[in-house]
C-alpha cells in the first residue's frame, strides 16, 4: 500500500467515524460530558508521557498521535453533547487536522522530494477532507431549510382550507393547522 493510499485511508476512515457519530449526536448529559473530557485529558498525559521513552521522530509521531487522540475524543464529546450540525463539521475538521498533522510528522523520516510529496499528500487529504466535511454541512443546512419552507407551505395551504369555513368550524380548524404543523 502507497503512502498516497494509506493517507486516503486514514481520511477516509476519519469522516466515516465523524459519520457514525451522526447518529449519537446529543445522546450524552453534562456529568458524562464533563467526565469524557477529564478522561481524554488524563489519557493523553498517559499517551504523552509512554512518549517519552521513545526517540527522534519516532517520539514527535508518538506526541502528535497522542494530542490527536485527546482532540478527536473531546471534540466528539462536544458533538455528542450539542448535536449541533457546527459541532458536526468542527469534529470533521479536526479529523482531518490531526490526521495531517500526524501525516505530516511522519514525512519528516523522510528527505529531499519523497518528503515533500508525503507532506503535499497529506495536505491533500486534509483539504479534501475538509471540504467534504463543509459539503456535509451545507447539505445538513439546506435539508432543513427545505423541510421548513415544505411546512411552511403545508401550513399555508391549510389556513387557506380554513378560511372556507365560518365559525367554530373556522376556529378548529385553524386550531388544529396551528397544532399540526407547530405555528
Not at 6 to 27: D, K, M, P, R, Y
Request: some cysteine; charged content about 35%.
Amino acid at each position: 500500500m502507497s503512502k498516497t493510499t494509506t493517507i486516503q485511508a486514514a481520511v477516509l476512515a476519519a469522516c466515516l467515524s465523524a459519520v457514525s457519530f451522526a447518529n449519537a449526536a446529543g445522546t450524552i448529559n453534562k456529568a458524562d460530558y464533563r467526565a469524557g473530557k477529564d478522561a481524554a485529558t488524563a489519557t493523553y498525559k498517559a499517551d504523552k508521557e509512554a512518549c517519552d521513552k521513545l526517540a527522534d521522530n519516532a517520539k514527535d509521531i508518538c506526541q502528535a498521535e497522542a494530542k490527536a487522540k485527546e482532540k478527536v475524543t473531546k471534540a466528539e464529546l462536544e458533538y455528542n453533547y450539542t448535536g449541533k450540525v457546527g459541532d458536526r463539521k468542527h469534529l470533521a475538521d479536526v479529523k482531518a487536522e490531526t490526521a495531517y498533522d500526524v501525516a505530516k510528522e511522519k514525512c519528516d523520516d523522510k528527505t529531499g522530494n519523497d518528503k515533500d510529496v508525503c507532506v503535499k499528500e497529506a495536505k491533500a487529504a486534509e483539504t479534501k477532507a475538509k471540504a467534504e466535511a463543509k459539503l456535509n454541512k451545507e447539505v445538513t443546512n439546506a435539508s432543513k431549510d427545505a423541510v421548513e419552507d415544505k411546512v411552511s407551505a403545508e401550513y399555508k395551504v391549510a389556513k387557506e382550507k380554513c378560511d372556507a369555513l365560518s365559525g367554530d368550524a373556522k376556529s378548529s380548524c385553524m386550531d388544529s393547522a396551528k397544532m399540526h404543523y407547530k405555528k
